[in-house]
């Protein structure tokens, strides 16, 4: 089974930047999972980011176009988050997903806090 583990969230204040990281192991078949990240506040339902195909293809969340850039790397096997201009809204905990077929994968999530 696939584990994940997260890193990269920290304290940033708005308009700052940082670059969320997923590493990935425990599988043999990394380039044929879909990856995202996801994002959830307190009292709120867990919500989409961003998601990246085993072929590459890339789907944003409307607030995170232009703003978020999903990668992976699949040697490495790892995907990461690239978040610039920071908004205070952005504060969250954001999970790495993995999903293939009928198999969803989470991992312990990172908090990000902006804030001045």
């Known amino acids: 089974q696939i584990e994940l583990v997260e890193s990269g969230g920290d304290l940033v204040q708005p308009g700052g930047s940082l670059r969320l990281s997923c590493a990935a192991s425990r599988t043999l078949s990394f380039t044929m999972f879909e990856m995202g990240w996801y994002r959830q506040v307190p009292g709120k339902e867990r919500e989409l980011v961003a998601q990246i195909s085993k072929d590459f293809i890339t789907k944003y969340a409307d607030f995170a176009k232009g703003r978020f850039t999903i990668s992976r790397d699949n040697v490495k096997e790892s995907i990461h988050l690239q978040m610039d201009s920071l908004k205070t809204e952005d504060t969250a905990v954001y999970f790495c997903?993995?999903?293939?077929?009928?198999?969803?994968?989470w991992g312990q999530g990172t908090q990000v806090t902006v804030s001045s």
């Open positions: 997903r993995a999903h293939w077929g009928l198999r969803t994968t």
